[in-house]
């Protein structure tokens, strides 16, 4: 194993090595993450569902969604507790908004996905994730346990990326000097592992050239180091005799067809 | 003559092949196994450090970013409490007059569980109400904590965060003492609470500019517990003041959770390492040198009809050199015959004819010499080859694993054709009928393996599963997704039982159960690594992202297949046939087998798709865990196979011990899903999963090799092979059942219920099972008890 065998094994072992302290890394931070994204989402849903069960407290006592008068009040001191909070919604079963934080004038609508997102959450809760904000929705029902309409939640998840990429790169920059560190410290490690190994398989390329030469193989007395040098000695000698027997073979026919 | 002038010969070289010297061979075998064992210890020594270190890191990473976010959670409670409080105040009612607060309080604390007390004091620090563990905290923190200045402007008109300036107990060597959880210090403090600043041991302060905001408020560590202060004001006046207290020992835990995710996320990475690390050596150095070692072997023997495959580096440079050594030997043998030819024509008096043929025998009576088809050249492979390759498929198809059932819920519509089909049937419809499909496959596919070669198989396999993968991805309807999903199930099948053959193409009979165990293993790596990364995948980058990664991982598994699993010149034909119904008819005329397949080896499949595939995503959805942690739940249950199926074999030799482990390993599977009637949450099912885990690789890996000795007839009769594998059919049709009943007995019980009534009949089947086999035993049916288990039947 010369020193391109040993570079190429040693390159491809810390390669792997490598990408295994990164995926490690990238792995840790995706758990990382989702970890703070749950409890943003807990945290926010403190809020979210004391506001709901204050409307369903009211939907309950037989009042439409529509004549809920102090709702647009809640939702407004609501989003003044939070900046994060970007816009709090009620809207009706047709997804026509009743109430906003954020004072939308018009019949307006909420936007189609939400729908589709609710509908196909098996959950009480749905989120949708649109650019930096997050839409933390439910159903609201009545005293008969029927879905009268929505309430979304909507805030911003810039922290929590800011954050994340705080981490992230912190985390990034470790994996990666880590990774650096590994490669080199590795590499020294098995140069030095592969280095005897090596020199065995140059001694032993020295050993077994010559009997492929056209040349009378000269088989100095070698002592092997171990079992490989040992095989291989083995080898040589036997070979070599063997083709010391076909070159005397050879001359005994020369002789003869001088002879004849 | 040249190599180019050769025409060559492959042609497998085995030990039977030549008469090698078994010390030296011996002797190398050693050295050459310590040599790569170091490298390999080395390699992964080098790897955990590495990667330890940076899950260490990101652990403190984590920790610093998590125990604010609890703080913050406690603010929002705190301001949320008393904004409902404010409402009252506003009505005129006086916060001592409050009915029902601690109600109110309680289901506060309910819906947040990272909450320990909340505790309302006036402005004396009198406590008023109070409710959850930890309160004596807050009321060692009831100091007159008055606002020496103008109290900030007023949230929601009348709460506000506690001013930041209030006073701050010194920090003296009694605190000291109490922080670090000292009781004689602690209980002191809380007798003297009143007169003396309880003892702040860290203040955390949330920062955010702007005011007003509940970012400013101020969290300080005492004896335990992170208190969050607010003030309550009726009007201009403080009224009152809001204590919300976080458990240090909560953050902790959260702590602890993240710590076990960032130990498995390690053991993942570690499991992917070693398998690449694995398939380097085997590819970088112990083929060529194993093909060395045998081209060495028979010079030694006077066999030079041998020659090796071109490599690369010294391999390749040695490897040279002993092919010129070959083609000198022939060569030479070569001039002599024709020497001798010519020295015959010109012998007409017969004077040197006897000297010739002494001549030439001796060149030739020793030597094994290149044929007329030309040299040989030497082939050997690694079970590494298919081991790898397998690895990679079992990742990708479990990585789906986590996430499908939540999948097939996002594209589930009943069918026009079949309006009342129900979520529980659609989600069970796919997993039963992938795993039909990937029965009746393996019989086929054994017999194509035969007919186009393993390798083939693998890589047809590969790439068709990849198709059903990618084609899954894209499914806009349940019909769709059942379709595509389905052809994934055809590849599956083709790649094990292609897989399974190349093990027995290139094992011996006593190297069988090793390799059996090779093949085993990559799909239990497989099994812990796929559900593990597909959950984080499907968290992060969808369903349809997941599914294509998941099918390039195949498409890689197919490249590697078809780079490396290199086959045998001709490779084995193991004498397969389809199955038929009078084969099924014997075997199950045995009522021990039959005891077998129906009490043990079918239910066992029942459960691992019923509840392991099919209910457990589900359960820990409704439980609100996303897919990641789902992934790494189901992990579980590959780690514990990893454990115990290397040892199992060992530990249960004789036919009696394995009827008895077989058993109470069923009634292990049983009792694990009994196990959460106790503990219907994430913690219970991780406990449960487990369990099963245990009991799942105690009984498959026993099983087999029941088959033979319950069955001695029947199986000399079929054959070992045909026996098994109608054996394995049947047991598969348990796979098939699984999901469909499960979905049968969701759209009549609750979750936890259906888990009561699949364990208490697991259990009862593990009982049943070892009951008929006893009565059996006593009637004197079957073959003799104590009898050796032949493992090697499990191939």
Redesign the interface.
């Given at each position: 194993?010369?020193s391109?065998?040993s570079a190429?094994?040693t390159i491809?072992?810390v390669s792997?090595?490598a990408?295994?302290?990164l995926?490690?890394?990238y792995?840790?931070?995706?758990?990382?993450e989702?970890?703070?994204g749950?409890?943003?989402q807990?945290?926010?849903g403190?809020?979210f569902?004391?506001l709901r069960d204050t409307i369903e407290r009211s939907l309950k006592l037989g009042a439409s969604l529509n004549a809920l008068s102090s709702t647009q009040d809640a939702l407004e001191?609501?989003k003044?507790?939070?900046?994060k909070i970007q816009d709090i919604t009620v809207f009706d079963d047709s997804g026509v908004i009743v109430f906003s934080s954020t004072l939308v004038s018009g019949k307006q609508k909420v936007p189609a996905n939400w729908a589709s997102v609710a509908k196909?959450t098996?959950?009480p809760v749905w989120y949708v994730e649109e650019g930096s904000t997050v839409v933390m929705g439910t159903s609201l029902k009545n005293a008969f346990d029927k879905p009268v309409g929505g309430l979304a939640l909507q805030y911003s998840k810039r922290d929590r990326v800011v954050?994340a990429n705080q981490?992230f790169f912190?985390?990034g920059t470790?994996?990666v000097a880590?990774?650096l560190v590994?490669s080199i410290?590795?590499s020294i490690?098995?140069m030095l592992?592969?280095r005897g190994?090596?020199r065995s398989?140059?001694r032993?390329?020295e050993w077994?050239?010559p009997?492929?030469?056209?040349s009378s193989p000269d088989l100095g007395a070698e002592s092997p180091t171990?079992?490989?040098e040992?095989?291989?000695l083995?080898?040589r000698s036997?070979?070599g005799e063997?083709?010391k027997?076909?070159?005397s073979?050879?001359v005994?026919?020369?002789e003869?067809?001088v002879?004849? | 003559m040249t190599a180019q002038s050769m025409e060559m010969e492959t042609v497998t070289i085995t030990k039977s092949d030549l008469h090698v010297d078994e010390a030296m061979e011996d002797k190398l075998r050693i050295f050459w196994k310590k040599f790569v064992i170091r490298l390999f210890l080395i390699t992964i020594a080098l790897t955990i450090i590495a990667v330890g270190t940076v899950s260490y890191f990101a652990l403190n990473q984590f920790q610093k970013k998590m125990t604010p976010e609890f703080q913050k959670q406690a603010a929002v409670v705190g301001q949320t409490v008393a904004s409902q409080l404010g409402r009252a105040f506003v009505a005129g009612i006086p916060l001592k007059d409050f009915y029902g607060m601690e109600d109110y309080l309680d289901g506060f604390l309910k819906a947040n569980p990272a909450i320990s007390y909340i505790v309302i004091t006036d402005i004396k620090g009198k406590k008023l109400f109070g409710r959850g563990n930890g309160q004596a905290t807050a009321e060692g923190l009831l100091v007159p904590l008055l606002p020496k200045k103008k109290a900030p402007a007023p949230m929601l008109s009348n709460i506000a965060p506690s001013p930041t300036e209030a006073p701050v107990a010194p920090t003296t060597a009694v605190e000291s003492t109490i922080a670090v959880g000292d009781p004689a210090a602690s209980a002191q403090a809380q007798v003297q609470p009143q007169v003396q600043p309880a003892p702040v041991v860290q203040n955390i302060v949330i920062p955010k500019p702007g005011a007003d905001k509940p970012d400013e408020i101020t969290s300080t560590l005492v004896s335990g517990f992170y208190d969050t202060p607010l003030w309550l004001r009726q009007g201009n006046e403080i009224v009152a003041r809001l204590h919300v207290g976080v458990d240090e020992k909560t953050i902790a835990q959260q702590n602890y959770e993240l710590m076990f995710d960032v130990v498995i996320v390690t053991l993942v990475a570690l499991l992917v390492a070693f398998e690449f690390i694995l398939f380097t050596i085997a590819f970088a150095i112990m083929l060529p040198t194993g093909m060395m070692f045998k081209m060495l072997a028979a010079g030694r023997d006077g066999d030079y009809s041998w020659i090796l495959p071109p490599a690369s580096g010294e391999f390749g440079r040695i490897s040279g050199q002993l092919n010129n050594i070959t083609r000198r030997v022939n060569q030479k043998v070569q001039e002599i015959r024709e020497d001798a030819g010519e020295l015959a024509s010109l012998d007409i008096q017969g004077q040197i004819s006897d000297k010739l043929r002494v001549v030439v025998q001796n060149a030739q009576s020793k030597l094994t010499l290149i044929g007329k088809t030309g040299p040989k050249q030497i082939w050997d492979t690694s079970l590494i080859f298919s081991r790898t390759p397998l690895f990679l498929f079992v990742f990708a198809q479990e990585m789906c694993r986590p996430f499908f059932p939540n999948y097939v819920s996002s594209v589930f519509k009943a069918p026009d054709w079949y309006p009342s089909l129900t979520l529980q049937t659609a989600i069970s419809l796919p997993l039963s009928l992938a795993m039909l499909i990937a029965a009746l496959m393996t019989p086929v596919s054994g017999i194509m393996s035969d007919r186009f070669g393993r390798r083939m198989i693998f890589v047809f396999g590969a790439l068709i599963s990849a198709t059903g993968l990618v084609l899954s991805g894209t499914a806009t309807d349940f019909m769709q997704l059942i379709s595509w999903w389905c052809l994934s199930a055809v590849g599956y099948g083709m790649v094990f039982i292609a897989c399974q053959s190349y093990v027995l193409d290139n094992t011996t009979a006593a190297g069988r159960a090793q390799g059996m165990a090779i093949y085993l293993g990559a799909i239990i790596a497989g099994d812990i690594c796929g559900p593990a990364i597909g959950g984080v995948l499907a968290d992060r980058i969808g369903f349809a992202g997941s599914f294509y990664f998941a099918a390039s991982m195949t498409f890689a598994a197919a490249y590697l297949a078809f780079r490396y699993m290199v086959e045998a010149p001709a490779h084995s034909k193991l004498d397969r046939k389809l199955p038929q119904m009078k084969d099924f008819v014997l075997l199950l005329r045995n009522r021990k087998l039959l005891s077998l397949l129906m009490f043990a080896s079918m239910p066992g499949k029942i459960l691992l798709t019923g509840f392991l595939f099919y209910l457990t995503p589900l359960f820990l959805a409704s439980l609100g865990n996303g897919d990641a942690i789902i992934g790494r739940v189901l992990m579980c249950f590959g780690l514990a196979a990893l454990f115990v199926t290397p040892v199992v074999g060992s530990m249960f030799k004789t036919q009696r011990s394995s009827i008895l482990a077989v058993g109470t390993a069923v009634m292990i599977q049983g009792a694990a899903l009994l196990f959460l009637i106790v503990r219907p949450d994430t913690i219970g099912m991780v406990i449960s999963i487990t369990i099963f885990g245990i009991g799942q690789a105690i009984a498959t890996s026993l099983q087999p090799g029941l088959v033979p000795t319950l069955a001695p007839a029947e199986t000399q009769r079929l054959g070992n092979a045909a026996a098994l594998g109608v054996y394995r059919l049947i047991e598969r049709m348990g796979t098939v059942i699984g999901p469909l009943l499960v979905a049968l007995l969701l759209a009549n019980f609750s979750q936890v219920n259906t888990f009561a009534i699949l364990g208490a009949v697991m259990a009862g089947c593990g009982a049943m099972f070892m009951t008929t086999l006893a009565v059996e035993r006593n009637r004197g049916g079957g073959s003799k008890g104590g009898d050796a288990v032949r493992q090697g039947s499990a191939s």
């Open positions: 194993m010369t391109s065998n190429r094994i491809a072992i792997i090595m990408a295994t302290v995926l490690t890394a792995l840790n931070f995706a758990k990382f989702t970890a703070l749950r409890l943003e807990n945290r926010y403190v809020l569902f004391d001191r609501l003044d507790l939070e900046d196909a098996s959950g954050a981490v912190r985390l470790y994996a880590i990774t590994l410290i590795a490690i098995f592992y592969l190994i090596s398989f140059t032993i390329s077994v050239r009997l492929g030469n056209k171990n079992a490989i040992e095989a291989v083995h080898y036997k070979t063997t083709i027997e076909l070159e073979n050879a005994v026919l020369n003869m067809e002879k004849a | -």
